[in-house]
Nanobody, 121 residues
Framework: QVQLVESGGGLVQPGGSLRLSCAAS????????MAWYRQAPGKQRELVASIATGGSTNYVDSVKGRFTILRDSTKNTVTLQMNSLEPEDTAVYYC???????????????WGQGTQVTVSA
């Protein structure tokens, strides 16, 4: 079994910062991609940022220059540093990983349980 456990959400004022963390544990052979998604009320889940094994990153346009995704492959963790937060960033944030449990297995996708981020005065 594989688990993704997020932490770090909460309430912050506009312009503030938060750091989200996600740790993957269980039967993990290799992780190819880790990412953060978010889903605001009444909206579809969207990719916020992703980081591949080689370190290449991808961000949705609305967070470029404000959010930074970092990965520690030795610990199977990924963090999302969020600065200059705006009310539009309010959402449930989900950790996502694509990984193999064994050398000969296929890649599977896993999700965390989600953590609430609320940006409000």
């Amino acid at each position: 079994q594989v688990q993704l456990v997020e932490s770090g959400g909460g309430l912050v004022q506009p312009g503030g910062s938060l750091r989200l963390s996600c740790a993957a544990s269980g039967n993990i052979f290799i992780i190819s991609l880790m990412a953060w998604y978010r889903q605001a009320p009444g909206k579809q889940r969207e990719l916020v940022a992703s980081i591949a094994t080689g370190g290449s990153t991808n961000y949705v346009d609305s967070v470029k220059g404000r959010f930074t995704i970092l990965r520690d492959s030795t610990k199977n963790t990924v963090t999302l540093q969020m600065n200059s937060l705006e009310p539009e960033d309010t959402a449930v944030y989900y950790c996502h990983a694509i990984l193999k449990s064994r050398r000969m297995s296929m890649y599977d996708a896993y999700w965390g349980q989600g953590t609430q981020v609320t940006v409000s005065a």
